[in-house]
Structure formats: structure tokens, C-alpha cells
């Protein structure tokens, strides 16, 4: 094709057909050299592109100094970055691992991506983990000190973020880094992340007056699950993920064991079939594969609306979680009882950490005070009945 000179230096341009159209357009070209190698490229069609040779000598410059790329490199560059495993890609691949899960519900989802888009994504969201420094982290989890997380239609008091939300957006940093090193997208983070501790750790319990009124409501509400699920909790601690997992193949009535798959701590565990789990199971309605099924006989993936009704009728504060707070409750008079070691509890609890269980050690060694302080008792009385059966003598 015949080339065409122009009147600034470097630019030509060839006739070419033009696109959807009848009819023939100019395609400009630059020629320059940059480290002793000749270059020879297309700068634009002069209809389609809109190109004209003032645009493509300021392009051919541009070339020359280093400030524009080729399209050549444009479009390696775009291929190196989409071939990267950066946070934002490894969050995209790890969500879609959780949206097939179905031990995951879609309220965690929601708020695991809540948490990514408003803290993670703004902040890490371009870096590759191998790149990360412990500073970065640093980094994050000051800003997070200070992020005003103040809602439309609340006081205009400002809120800072709560060190659970900080601690949980940071273990939602950590899941989404070893979902890409176990799978192997890209290499571990070359640092342990330090998590914040948090004090005054909450603990939900129930007195008798309160328990005795729980289980009158959970025996009057009409919906079956609800009953069973509550009442499920209140004997076995089990979490409420497990327990909308659990089917009924998971129970072994004759051996007396209930198989937890896929819990928190992420290997199956089994924990004993207590005899008023046993008759609570019994009693309930068989319907599904699942002991408490979703409305399509599939897994259940909510319940909140009859469970705060049940804790409504019971007369139970609106900060008490239904099923966390049942877990919770069951642990509490386990170790209050002073009968059970933190090692039994963690087991029953399917702790992966005896870190976790430790909340409630302060529980047992009360008891075990009380214990302590019968005993001394014990002897005291025992001491004074003796003197008193030498002075009759």
C-alpha cells in the first residue's frame, strides 16, 4: 500500500476502506526510534478514530518520551493484571466458592461482602498478597479506628467502628488470602496477621425464672422447626449453621451420637445424643432429608421471624440472641455446675481452639470456690459435732 507523506516528520498515512461505511479513510502511522530500535505503528483512522496528523505527531512524541504506551503494550499490560491474583480477584473467586456452599447462609454473605466493599477493597483491594507488609495491615487497622460508620437516620453523634468488626473484617482478610494459597492462586502472605483482642467478651445466659418461661413458649409456638431447632440449641449447644445442616442421617439413635458436618472449626466432629435431645427428635415431624427443613424441603437458610417471637412471648430481653444466646447458656451451666472440665466443654462445644472455651472458666472455678468453701464447711460442722459429743461424755 503507497504510503502518503504529511508536514510533520515520522507521520504518513495509507488509503484504507472504511468500516461499515462505502468509501475510503486515512490510517496514520508513526515511525520513530527509542533505544536504537525502529518503531512503526498505527496512531488512527481518520473517521472512525477521529485521527488527524497534529494528533498523530503529538502521539509519535508522546511514544518517544515514554509517556504513552503502545497498544502492544496496553494490551500485555491488561493481560499481566488480569493474570494477577490480586484481593479484589481472589475475593471474587473466594465469594463464588461460598455462594455454591450451602453451609454458608446468605445473611454471612451479605455481610462478609459489606465488610469487603466498605474496609478491604478501598484499602488492599489492587495488591497482590506476596506484596503486602506487615504495615499494610498496620495501616488498616488504624483507619478502621477511625472509619465513621455512622447509618442514614441515626444521631449525627459519630460511631466508630467496634473491635469485633474490626477484628472480624480482618479475619475476613485472612479467609480470603488462605482461599488463594490453599488453592494455590498465589503464594501465602509472607507475615502472620496480628488480630486485636477484645475484652469484655459477652456472655448470654438464662436464670431459672427466665428458662422456666423459654420453655413454656418454645411448647406453646405452632411452628414445629422453631420448637425443635430452639429446644435443639438449648441441649446440645450446637451453632445455628449446624444445626440448619443437620439431617437426619447425622443422628445415631441406637449408638447415641449426633455427626456435625462441616462446623466452624472445619473438621466433622460428634458430640453425644443427650436423652432430652433424644426425646425432643423423636417427637419432632419427619418432612425431609433435613431435621428442620426450609419450605422447599431443602436446607433452611432462616427462622429469625419465630424465633423472636418465641423470645417476645417468653418475655426475654431484645438483646438476647436466640440461638447464639441458647449456646451460650448451655455452656454457662455446664461450667457453673463445676462438674465439667474446660477440656470436656471445648469438646462439647466443637471449639477448634481452647481459646475460645476459656470464656467460661470463669464459671467453673466459681463453682469449684463454692465447692471449696462447703468443704470447709463440711469440716467445721463436722468439728463441732464432735466437741459437742465429748462435753456429754
Excluded at 202 to 221: F, G, W
Aim: contains cysteine; charged residues 30%.
Amino acid at each position: 500500500m503507497k504510503r502518503y507523506k504529511t508536514k510533520y516528520p515520522g507521520v504518513f498515512y495509507r488509503m484504507v476502506d472504511r468500516i461499515g461505511k462505502s468509501g475510503q479513510e486515512r490510517m496514520y502511522y508513526v515511525v520513530f526510534k527509542k533505544n536504537g530500535k525502529l518503531f512503526e505503528e498505527k496512531a488512527g483512522r481518520q473517521y472512525a478514530d477521529r485521527m488527524t496528523e497534529g494528533k498523530a505527531a503529538r502521539i509519535r512524541a508522546e511514544r518517544i518520551e515514554g509517556r504513552l504506551k503502545s497498544r502492544k503494550e496496553i494490551r500485555e499490560a491488561e493481560k499481566a493484571k488480569d493474570a494477577k491474583w490480586t484481593i479484589n480477584r481472589l475475593w471474587t473467586a473466594y465469594r463464588e466458592s461460598l455462594e455454591t456452599n450451602p453451609g454458608k447462609s446468605l445473611k454471612a454473605l451479605a455481610v462478609d461482602g459489606n465488610r469487603y466493599e466498605r474496609f478491604i477493597k478501598p484499602r488492599l483491594g489492587e495488591k497482590e498478597p506476596p506484596e503486602l507488609l506487615p504495615l499494610d495491615i498496620e495501616r488498616l487497622r488504624r483507619e478502621l479506628q477511625k472509619t465513621n460508620c455512622t447509618l442514614r437516620g441515626e444521631s449525627t453523634i459519630p460511631r466508630t467502628l467496634s473491635p469485633a468488626t474490626i477484628r472480624a473484617t480482618l479475619t475476613l482478610f485472612k479467609r480470603i488470602c488462605n482461599y488463594g494459597s490453599k488453592n494455590g492462586l498465589c503464594p501465602s502472605l509472607p507475615f502472620k496477621v496480628t488480630m486485636p483482642k477484645i475484652s469484655g467478651v459477652t456472655i448470654e445466659d438464662l436464670n431459672k425464672d427466665q428458662l422456666k418461661r423459654l420453655l413454656a413458649a418454645i411448647e406453646k409456638d405452632t411452628n414445629a422447626n422453631a420448637r425443635g431447632i430452639m429446644l435443639m440449641a438449648l441441649y446440645t449447644g450446637m451453632r445455628r449453621g449446624e444445626l440448619f445442616k443437620l439431617k437426619w442421617k447425622d443422628v445415631d439413635f441406637d449408638r447415641g451420637f449426633i455427626r456435625i458436618v462441616g462446623p466452624k472449626g472445619g473438621t466433622d466432629q460428634t458430640i453425644p445424643l443427650n436423652a432430652a435431645t433424644r426425646k425432643a427428635l423423636e417427637a419432632h415431624p419427619r418432612t425431609s432429608e433435613y431435621i428442620f427443613p426450609g419450605e422447599d424441603g431443602g436446607q433452611r437458610v432462616t427462622i429469625q421471624n419465630a424465633l423472636r417471637r418465641i423470645r417476645k412471648a417468653a418475655g426475654l430481653p431484645k438483646s438476647f440472641r436466640p440461638l447464639h444466646g441458647l449456646r451460650h447458656a448451655f455452656a454457662s451451666r455446664l461450667a457453673s455446675s463445676g462438674q465439667v472440665d474446660m477440656y470436656t466443654l471445648q469438646k462439647l462445644l466443637t471449639h477448634k481452639s481452647p481459646v475460645m472455651t476459656q470464656r467460661y472458666a470463669h464459671l467453673r472455678d466459681e463453682a469449684l470456690r463454692k465447692a471449696s468453701e462447703l468443704a470447709g464447711t463440711l469440716v467445721d460442722e463436722a468439728v463441732i459435732k464432735n466437741e459437742k459429743s465429748e462435753e456429754k461424755i
